[in-house]
């Protein structure tokens, strides 16, 4: 069961903004670090952003991530329509033994 | 280039185990542990545990405990998860994952687990 919650869905037109959030609680988002994960249909997730924001290789500056307190959000800039997929932030949560949470899932429509 | 290879598609009777295989190629296979999560259709992620390749340690989810064994076979760069007494709700997608500082930065292509009578 996700402990992170996110909107179930987000949409814009090809270049907007889209921002997507993420909530969590002192044990995971309060006390470690957050990523985000983008899933393409059919395919396995992909990492986009670790360590709150920063941005693996090849991942487009159009995609940035920040944290403040227990919640933490993902910008997608110039929205395109290869970004329509599913979006999980997640984080690690002290609380449970070193458990990994994931968030509910963003699903990004490009109108 | 770094990739994990996964074992293809099962279909498993309820009450039976399944065990999933997750080929290491590109790095060294040791140095960093692996992670299994597993999606079922149409719904989020969902972590299972983690392995030490290099120890053999390991952490599962307490949803899992008693049910799920991650071990590995360093000599073929091989991860393995199974999982037993499986269930209808079992049916899903399992990926195993490498990780790196806090995040899973390479994931496996999926191997779908169908659990049926």
């Known amino acids: 069961q996700s402990v992170l919650t996110q909107p179930p869905s987000a949409s814009g037109t090809p270049g907007q903004r889209v921002t997507i959030s993420c909530s969590g609680s002192?044990?995971?988002?309060?006390?470690?670090?957050v990523n985000w994960y983008q899933q393409l249909p059919g395919t396995a997730p992909k990492l986009l952003i670790y360590?709150?924001?920063q941005r693996p290789s090849g991942v487009p500056d159009r995609f940035s991530g920040s944290k403040s307190g227990t919640s933490a959000s993902l910008a997608i800039s110039g929205l395109q329509s290869e970004d329509e997929a599913d979006y999980y932030c997640?984080?690690?949560?002290?609380?449970?033994?070193?458990?990994?949470?994931f968030g509910t899932g963003t699903k990004v429509t490009v109108l | 280039q770094v990739q994990l290879v996964q074992s293809g598609a099962e279909v498993k009777k309820p009450g039976a185990s399944v065990k999933v295989s997750c080929k290491a190629s590109g790095y060294t296979f040791t140095s960093y542990d692996i992670n299994w999560v597993r999606q079922a259709t149409g719904q989020g992620l969902e972590w299972m545990g983690w392995?030490?390749?290099?120890?053999?340690?390991?952490g599962y989810a307490q949803k899992f405990q008693g049910r799920v064994t991650m071990t590995r076979n360093t000599s073929i760069s091989t991860a393995y998860m199974e999982l037993s007494s499986l269930r209808s709700e079992d049916t899903a997608v399992y990926y195993c994952?490498?990780?790196?500082?806090?995040?899973?930065?390479?994931w496996g292509q999926g191997t779908m687990v169908t659990v049926s009578s």
């Open positions: 002192s044990s995971n988002i309060g006390s470690n670090t």
């Open positions: 392995m030490n390749p290099n120890s053999g340690n390991t």
């Open positions: 994952a490498r990780r790196i500082f806090d995040a899973f930065d390479i």
């Open positions: 997640a984080a690690w949560d002290d609380s449970l033994n070193g458990l990994y949470v």
């Open positions: 360590s709150n924001n």
